[in-house]
């Protein structure tokens, strides 16, 4: 997808290796934030992934994310549809909803 602006980072480590796993998340904080600050955005094609959420909070505007929840509260009053994985949760988080190791896709 380089040729329309795309961009698909995978950064490959050893899940066992603790140092290994902070410096991936610490790299992948680093090219998020690099490509909101170069104008771009964090989404894709399937979503803004769990890798990805809280940067929602950077990307968008609070009045922005409230409409967001208020639009999914609409289609899905029980929260039943992967709760916590669309928006931020107050109080949540961001390390345990990742999962590195599996795969530390941006």
């Given at each position: 997808h380089a040729g329309d602006g795309n961009i698909h980072p995978i950064l490959l480590f050893d899940e066992?290796?603790?140092?290994?796993?902070?410096?991936?998340?610490?790299?992948?904080?680093?090219?998020?934030?690099?490509?909101?600050?170069?104008?771009?955005?964090?989404?894709?094609e399937h979503g803004i992934g769990v890798e990805k959420i809280d940067f929602m909070a950077k990307m968008f505007q609070p009045h922005d994310l409230t409409m967001m929840k208020r639009l999914r509260e609409a289609f899905n009053p029980d929260n039943v549809l992967s709760p916590a994985k669309m928006l931020p949760m107050a109080g949540a988080c961001g390390m345990e909803r990742r999962h590195p190791g599996r795969r530390a896709a941006l």
């Open positions: 066992r290796n603790r140092e290994q796993v902070k410096r991936v998340l610490e790299a992948s904080e680093e090219i998020l934030q690099a490509c909101l600050d170069c104008g771009g955005s964090v989404t894709g």
